[in-house]
């Protein structure tokens, strides 16, 4: 079955604009997390949404934002961007609350310029 | 706070050799426990995971990890290396009943051919 898919899988900012990154889970897995992946700080945790709800939020400013859709898609939104931004952004899908475990997409590359 | 500590940051092994990456995290409640492992140019996956009962684990390609109550810990293992293990090692925790799995640092992992 197709894996957790990330769009886009690169892309490219100013500062002070905003994006918006899309993330499509494993079919029937109902929750999705978000996390920041950058060299110095490793795996930093945004967000967990199940069944269309935010669960938790790690501890990133409110520029920061994300939803659940019904059919598990997943959208997250960085509103005024810094430099500080610029990181890989990873998608998690698990079939319940991820405490079995996450299946990770891609990620998608920001680069805030 | 919940938090995991990985105690190495770089660990470089020539092939046939054991390895043991050490894991600790902090919350003091009932915790699942897992091992992701990155390989170069592909996404993060699922190694193992340790949600109860026997505490020594199994997962692929050859790795076990051993959940120590008493010690907060669950070190990784495998008997002897090769150089397709050479990737970066993540371990991570969630508290049952919470939403958030969080991550240690990462531990690189280069095995000499």
């Known amino acids: 079955k197709a894996g957790v898919t990330q769009t886009p899988r690169y892309l490219i900012k100013t500062r002070g604009q905003q994006v918006t990154l899309s993330c499509s889970p494993i079919?029937?897995?109902?929750?999705v997390s978000w996390y920041q992946q950058t060299p110095g700080q490793g795996l930093q945790f945004l967000f967990e949404?199940?069944?269309?709800?935010?669960?938790n939020k790690g501890n990133f400013p409110g520029r920061f934002s994300g939803r659940q859709f019904s059919n598990s898609r997943s959208e997250m939104n960085v509103s005024t961007l810094e430099l500080g931004d610029s990181a890989l952004y990873l998608c998690?899908?698990?079939?319940?609350?991820?405490?079995?475990?996450?299946?990770f997409g891609s990620g998608t590359r920001l680069t805030v310029v | 706070a919940q938090s995991v500590s990985q105690h190495n940051h770089h660990v470089i092994l020539s092939e046939a050799a054991s390895l043991e990456l050490g894991c600790n995290y902090s919350?003091?409640?009932?915790?699942?426990l897992f091992w992701y492992v990155q390989y170069p140019g592909q996404h993060l996956q699922l190694l193992l995971k340790?949600?109860?009962?026997?505490?020594l684990v199994k997962g692929i390609k050859g790795f076990e990890a051993e959940f120590i109550k008493s010690k907060f810990s669950f070190n990784l293992r495998k008997p002897s290396v090769q150089w397709s293990d050479t990737a970066e090692y993540f371990c991570?925790?969630?508290?049952?009943?919470?939403?958030?799995?969080?991550f240690g640092a990462g531990t690189r992992l280069f095995v000499k051919a």
């Open positions: 949404y199940f069944s269309e709800t935010q669960r």
């Open positions: 079919s029937g897995h109902r929750s």
């Open positions: 919350y003091g409640g009932t915790v699942n």
């Open positions: 991570a925790t969630r508290n049952t009943g919470g939403f958030k799995t969080i």
């Open positions: 340790y949600f109860s009962g026997d505490p």
């Open positions: 998690a899908s698990s079939p319940s609350t991820g405490g079995s475990g996450y299946t």
